[in-house]
């Protein structure tokens, strides 16, 4: 958490910032996006320490950002998925991306390309698809490794999950 002075200014920005603005926070909420969703999987991912990711986790759960959700019960192990809170942050997630794209890129091109489902086409500033001109969500793309991780000889990132067809 941020610390509290931001507590004083009214400020829709400052506000959500005490929510998504610690270091690991939108990491974590871009791994959930591309697939991994357990505890094991988004420390892979993140490299986040495991204390880290647990009060990582907890606040967003307590934010209702993110649900948790039981996948096996003896023992009892958890998974973590997006409410429509969460999912309400991929625009903030691709417009970052976008932004770090143009501005840091890696010398062989994107480490990952974003994908419309409907007819491949990929989102533009305005997140809308550059071929077919739909007005794109999370539920409306999916993330392939790009030549940037190619080029590092990785087909996926750390812990994320073998993808599977739609």
């Known amino acids: 958490m941020l610390h ?10 400052a506000r959500s910032l005490e929510v998504v ?3 690991w926070t939108l990491l974590l909420i ?16 993140t490299g986040v320490t495991r204390s880290v990711l647990t009060n990582r986790l907890r606040r967003l759960v307590d934010e209702g ?8 019960e003896r023992p009892t192990r958890h998974e973590y998925v997006l409410t429509e809170k969460g999912l309400g942050l991929w625009s903030v997630i691709e417009h970052l991306r976008q932004w770090g794209d ?10 990952r390309v974003i994908v419309h489902r409907d007819c491949g086409g ?3 500033a305005h997140l809308l698809c550059d071929r077919c001109g739909a007005a794109l969500t999370a539920r409306d793309v999916r993330a392939e490794p790009g030549p940037g991780l190619a080029a590092r000889g990785i087909a996926r990132t750390p812990g994320e999950p073998v993808p599977t067809s739609t």
Do not use: I, K, N
């Not at 509290?4 to 920005?13: H, N, P």
């Not at 950002?65 to 096996?72: I, K």
């Open 4 to 13: 509290r002075e931001y507590d004083t200014q009214v400020c829709s920005v």
């Open 21 to 23: 603005g610690e270091r």
């Open 30 to 45: 871009r791994s959930v996006m591309l697939g991994a969703r357990r505890f094991d999987d988004l420390q892979a991912h």
């Open 65 to 72: 950002v993110l649900e948790r959700r039981p996948y096996q």
């Open 102 to 111: 143009e501005h840091y890129p890696e010398p062989a091109g994107p480490p």
């Open 122 to 124: 990929h989102p533009d």
